[in-house]
């Protein structure tokens, strides 16, 4: 996660499930080197945000050639990106990590579920498995090896990877900053609390953001988690997924 006045982005490491990627720095050094160079891309300027996106990919990408960028599983990320402007406000959103908006008029959630839509006869096997049980770990590995077959391809979901052509395939639009009360940026493990676990609605997000920020939101989270730790209730890939949250209020 980081941010700027104006700024303010997500992005959630892909899970590797333990196999091979081809390079040797992995996800969480990725995730840092793509995350600067989409701050020094997009704050400051108008550049649409795939664009940006597109440059800070081919950036983070140049910094380690000795690495296998063609292996199907190099380190790769989902993105979520917010923007104000000149009286408006920019979104971007890779894979399934959303920008949700509140506004006079209700809650705008912006996502990119592609990802549902692939492999699902696996995604089902998974959720069928206890977390954390060997046999579940076995069934995840299957899934994440069989989802980055396709991934950044037509058949398959788009994220954030070696390939800057993957900006291209983002989700993008632009509102009035006027019609925007405040807003958040967040990862799947934290929306999860609304999208999934149905514990919540996004009008009580917004409510307990204001109350708490979001290190308030993200220990509901976990506390929902923790009543079912082995994912009977809510099937899942781990007991807990990372948790990122940007909170955004606008004048």
């Known amino acids: 996660m980081a941010g700027t006045p104006s700024l303010a982005l997500v992005l959630d490491g892909l899970s590797t499930a333990g196999l091979d990627t081809g390079c040797r ?26 664009d940006g996106l597109a440059d800070a990919l081919e950036n983070a990408r140049r910094l380690h050639p000795e690495c296998d960028l063609k292996n199907p599983g190099t380190p790769s990320a989902t993105v979520a990106i917010l923007r104000e402007r000149s009286g ?11 920008v949700v908006l509140e506004n006079a008029d209700g809650i705008t959630v912006l996502t990119d579920l592609r990802v549902d839509q692939v492999c ?4 089902a096997e998974t959720e069928q498995l206890p977390t954390g049980t060997p046999e579940h770990r076995a069934s995840v590995a299957r899934l994440v090896a ?24 983002a989700l993008t639009g632009t509102v009035a900053a006027a019609d925007v009360r405040s807003a958040a940026v967040m990862s799947d493990g934290a929306s999860r609390l609304v999208t999934d676990y149905q514990m919540a609605t996004w009008e009580a997000v917004f409510s307990r953001l204001r109350e708490s920020g ?34 955004c209020s606008f004048a």
Do not use: F, M
């Not at 720095?25 to 795939?50: N, T």
């Not at 408006?88 to 959303?98: F, I, K």
């Not at 069989?146 to 395939?169: F, K, L, M, Y």
């Open 25 to 50: 720095h992995g996800v969480p050094w990725y995730v840092a080197q793509l995350g600067s160079h989409l701050v020094a891309a997009l704050a400051a300027g108008e550049r649409p945000l795939a």
């Open 88 to 98: 408006c406000v920019d979104h971007l959103v890779l894979s399934d990590s959303p």
């Open 120 to 123: 699902q006869d696996l995604r």
């Open 146 to 169: 069989a989802q980055r077959e396709i991934r950044n391809t037509p058949e398959g979901c788009w994220v954030a990877a070696a390939a800057p052509d993957a900006a291209s395939h």
């Open 214 to 247: 979001p290190a308030g939101l993200i220990h509901t989270v976990r506390e929902v988690e923790a009543t079912d730790p082995h994912g009977l209730r809510w099937p899942r890939y781990k007991a807990g997924d990372d948790a990122a949250v940007a909170c």
